[in-house]
């Protein structure tokens, strides 16, 4: 079997890997400035995609032009998410090198989706592909490739704890390959309930005290994962920006199975409030004494641009962080120096600034749990900015582990 590392090798963004250069497992785009496509020129008969986030999912539509049409093959919340993603990106960006896509690509999409559920083996491409949950976000998947000879894990994003939304991968089907993401190689974790009870008391104290607390959060998984905290923990909050649609997306008869307590997200939806931004209501909100869930996750835009603006200038008010921040965004120079450009303006907050790890992906104990099951098995390390670093630790240890260039293509 050739593997050949399109995106996301040594990298994160853009993940995309060609197989025998029939078969391609996701396409995304990396969203920086400027954006980054998979590289190189492939026209496959099938794709695999192993979740709905951006950086795995952002190009598939150009995978559909000319006379090209790839059966793609995901669960159905992927199906969804990738859908929605595409959507706002056209909406943003279309017209523009930002966007790599058009509308009537975008629309032969359903055409060739096909949707599969986990343990459910099908036929693409030659290839006998089967998904197991992978505990990252609904839907996610790692991806068994087997061409009858080889067997090829790839794993995607996955996370091995559990977390309100999704329990975690118990999943160790036998491989002869393992492509393995690395996203936190090098982070341990405290205890995620830890995490989860200072970050509700956090939000409490602020709201006991007469404060507004803004909760940049992406889209996909972390808000409804903050939805369901407050829900727990007995909290008032707001919704706004793209986890609405998505928090309606994840309770569709078809979706309700790839969570872990439907029921809870249900709940957690009930007792939210669905923010329209009609009518200055989204000033009026930043005025009262509650959690406000809004995207973008790092402040890049959406509605925080009204929330935190709003907020800002007073110490009783907190901003409460929910996930990496990458560096040069606004949610990173906050952090780093209690400023940020905010809306097209470098804004000074007084308001208190904190972070939780609410991260869906494996910290180093979760990867190195789950690569357990495959010491003897080729490792090759992707999805992660220490990626030939973590595939020398591996090394050390026994593993037969290397950490694939991009483009370079290896046979497993």
Not at 45 to 64: F, K, Y
Not at 239 to 249: P, Q
Request: negative net charge.
């Amino acid at each position: 079997m050739d593997v050949q590392l399109l995106g996301g090798a040594r990298e994160i963004g853009r993940s995309a890997i060609c197989i025998d250069d029939t078969l391609v497992l996701d396409f995304g785009m990396d969203s920086g400035n400027p954006p980054a496509f998979p590289v190189g020129d492939v026209n496959p008969e099938a794709v695999a995609v192993s979740h709905g986030h951006l950086d795995h999912v952002g190009s598939i539509p150009t995978l559909l032009s000319g006379d090209s049409r790839p059966s793609i093959h995901w669960t159905p919340p992927t199906y969804d998410l990738t859908m929605v993603l595409a959507r706002d990106t056209l909406k943003l960006h279309g017209g523009s090198y930002d966007c790599p896509f058009t509308e009537a690509e975008l629309a032969r999409v359903a055409e060739v989706s096909e949707t599969h559920g986990y343990r459910e083996p099908f036929e693409a491409a030659g290839y006998e592909i089967t998904f197991f949950d992978a505990g990252h976000v609904p839907g996610s998947a790692h991806v068994l490739v087997d061409d009858g000879d080889t067997r090829l894990l790839y794993t995607g994003d996955f996370h091995t704890d559990e977390q309100r939304l999704l329990a975690g991968t118990t999943a160790r089907p036998e491989a002869d390959a393992v492509l393995c993401e690395s996203t936190y190689s090098d982070v341990t974790r405290p205890p995620r309930e830890q995490i989860e009870r200072e970050f509700a008391e956090s939000l409490r104290t602020t709201v006991w005290e007469g404060g507004t607390v803004v909760v940049p959060a992406f889209g996909i998984g972390r808000t409804q994962e903050v939805l369901c905290l407050c829900e727990e923990y007995d909290l008032e909050c707001y919704v706004d920006g793209m986890g609405k649609r998505v928090t309606e997306l994840f309770l569709r008869d078809e979706n309700r199975d790839f969570l872990r307590d439907p029921d809870l997200l249900r709940r957690a939806k009930g007792n939210a409030r669905f923010v329209n931004g009609r009518d200055g209501q989204r000033r009026r909100i930043a005025e009262q004494n509650t959690v406000i869930v809004t995207t973008s996750g790092m402040l890049h835009g959406g509605p925080a641009m009204t929330y935190v603006p709003a907020i800002r200038s007073h110490p009783t008010n907190k901003i409460a962080m929910t996930g990496y921040q990458v560096e040069g965004t606004p949610g990173r120079d906050l952090l780093e120096t209690g400023s940020a450009e905010l809306d097209g303006r470098v804004m000074r907050v007084s308001a208190q600034v904190e972070q939780y790890d609410f991260s869906a992906h494996a910290d180093r104990d979760g990867v190195r749990s789950f690569l357990e099951s495959y010491t003897d098995t080729p490792i090759l390390v992707n999805h992660g900015d220490r990626c030939e670093a973590f595939a020398e630790e591996l090394r050390a240890d026994g593993y037969d582990a290397t950490a694939p260039e991009l483009g370079e293509r290896i046979a497993v």
